[in-house]
């Protein structure tokens, strides 16, 4: 094969040059066996005769799973909800899914997870919060559930419920506030002051 | 800050009246402390805090329940030296 070009020559061509190491190859029959750094023979490994690990053709029909849009710092809204509970997104959302449509304002903590609120038309409100990041919105969405069941006691036995929602990173459940007054206190304000005092009041 | 208490055995009935309506309804409060009751200025009583609650709750668990108030309220006044 090599006549089929001089080896002086100055304008082979590839299939020309391939002929030509191929015959060399075919000259050569000393083994010359892939080594590494170390001078040590590199066998390579035959794949396995399975489709396991061959790269697959993606799925025509294959739909994306749905995901939030990533939260809107306007400075305005609440902060956003803990993604710690952003599960897909319900076809048929909950009440606790969707955001307060009312909004609160003046929050005062009262304590445990207690705060007074004042809503949009000036009424005060009793809110709960639930951290969102800690508790699923499972735990606000029972007490609602509860105080719908009582629902023909609002406002007598137990407070009125206003509403369900999110807010910020929060479970939010709004209840009508109930006036307590101090100089007639709750038990728990009672039960303080017999604590706290030397003597039983009397 | 010491409050001056004035219990009155109205509290107590309308305490007791209150978890009576609730447990008709089928609901158990399930977390019976002095917190979760509130006494208006017109000694009303009004319950809070229904997240330890339970829906259709059986009989005997509202008859224990019941009993828990009787007893809060016994050692409420008891611990008020109101023994009338």
Request: with cysteine; net charge negative; hydrophobic share 35%.
């Amino acid at each position: 094969m090599s006549d089929t070009f001089r080896i002086d020559s100055t304008d082979p061509t590839i299939l020309k040059l391939l002929y030509f190491f191929s015959h060399l190859c075919a000259m050569d029959t000393d083994q010359h066996p892939e080594v590494n750094a170390q001078g040590n023979a590199i066998y390579l490994r035959s794949a396995d005769k399975t489709t396991d690990k061959a790269p697959k053709i993606p799925d025509p029909n294959y739909l994306p799973p749905h995901r939030l849009p990533p939260p809107v710092a306007d400075g305005t809204s609440t902060p956003r909800r803990s993604p710690r509970f952003h599960g897909p997104v319900d076809d048929n959302p909950g009440p606790d899914d969707e955001p307060l449509p009312r909004s609160v304002t003046n929050l005062a903590f009262l304590g445990c997870k207690g705060w007074r609120g004042t809503l949009d038309d000036g009424s005060t409100v009793f809110a709960k919060l639930w951290d969102g990041w800690k508790m699923p919105a499972s735990y606000s969405e029972h007490e609602a559930n509860v105080y719908y069941h009582l629902r023909d006691l609002w406002g007598t036995v137990v407070p009125a419920f206003i509403g369900l929602g999110q807010w910020g990173f929060c479970h939010i459940l709004l209840l009508s506030y109930i006036e307590v007054d101090l100089s007639f206190p709750s038990l728990i304000n009672s039960v303080l002051c017999y604590t706290k005092s030397s003597t039983p009041p009397k | 800050m010491l409050y001056q208490v004035k219990y009155t055995p109205q509290i107590g009935r309308n305490i007791v009246k209150a978890f009576k309506q609730i447990h008709a309804r089928g609901v158990l409060h399930g977390d019976v402390r002095p917190e979760n009751i509130l006494v208006r200025p017109d000694q009303s009583v009004v319950v809070i805090d229904f997240e330890m609650s339970e829906l259709m709750a059986p009989r005997e668990a509202l008859m224990s329940e019941m009993s828990e108030v009787k007893h809060l309220l016994a050692s409420f006044i008891h611990s008020l030296g109101v023994y009338s």
